[in-house]
């Protein structure tokens, strides 16, 4: 079992709210990036985070930020939700070091959004 | 756009016959193919990458340029085997990756 945790499991939030989810990644990952799994479908790139900056975005809005802290934490967070943002979101770690590097990734956090 | 594409939703297949798992992908460059399982009640996790060329479970899988496809193979599969497979794709050296809807393999015995 990897050391990339998320919290919190579950959530329920109704539409228009903020959210902010967190992930903590393995010891010494300096690179986080988060998905968007949708029901029956594969998980989705939100973004990427090296060394505390955005390192690379997919198809999501700016409502959509996320920022990764010096201690191997980060967070999601999604301003003005809608009934669509209602996925598991899962984040990911690796150490890039200019190698092929494996990333490990999270349980995920379940978002309902009613 | 790149993409990935797993035909097959769910595969059933009896203990000790063949399975593949297939998997094209659209990129014009070079990129790098991955296959990742998902276990009842587990995270999401790597089994394994063609840059590799390793047979992990059992399981091998072949990149074909030709064909833009990375199928999986496993020539006897095992009740343990049944779980939801991921291929992805990435297109730079970040690992940011591009996955495909997945395929459910259910193994009876």
């Known amino acids: 079992e990897t050391g990339v945790t998320q919290s919190p499991t579950h959530l329920i939030k109704t539409r228009g709210q903020q959210v902010t989810l967190r992930c903590s990644s393995q010891?010494?990952?300096?690179?986080v990036s988060w998905y968007q799994q949708a029901l029956g479908q594969g998980p989705q790139f939100i973004f990427q985070?090296?060394?505390?900056?955005?390192?690379g975005r997919g198809n999501f809005p700016p409502r959509f930020s996320g920022l990764q802290f010096p201690n191997y934490s980060s967070e999601l967070n999604v301003n003005a939700l809608e009934l669509d943002d209602s996925a598991l979101y899962l984040c990911?770690?690796?150490?890039?070091?200019?190698?092929?590097?494996?990333?490990?990734f999270g349980p995920g956090t379940r978002l309902l959004v009613l | 756009a790149q993409r990935v594409t797993q035909p097959e939703k769910l595969l059933s297949v009896f203990k000790g016959a063949p399975v593949e798992l297939k998997c094209n992908y659209s990129?014009?460059?070079?990129?790098?193919l991955f296959w990742y399982v998902q276990y009842s009640r587990q995270r999401l996790q790597l089994l394994l990458r063609?840059?590799s060329r390793e047979s992990i479970k059992g399981f091998t899988a072949d990149l074909n340029k030709g064909e833009t496809s990375f199928h999986l193979k496993k020539p006897f599969a095992q009740e343990e085997d049944s779980a939801m497979y991921y291929c992805?794709?990435?297109?730079?050296?970040?690992?940011?990756?591009?996955f495909g809807a997945g395929t459910q393999v259910v193994v009876t015995p």
């Open positions: 990911a770690s690796r150490l890039t070091s200019g190698g092929p590097e494996t990333q490990y």
């Open positions: 010891s010494g990952h300096n690179t």
């Open positions: 985070y090296y060394r505390e900056e955005e390192n």
């Open positions: 990129y014009s460059g070079s990129p790098e």
């Open positions: 063609h840059i």
């Open positions: 992805a794709l990435s297109t730079d050296s970040w690992g940011k990756l591009q």
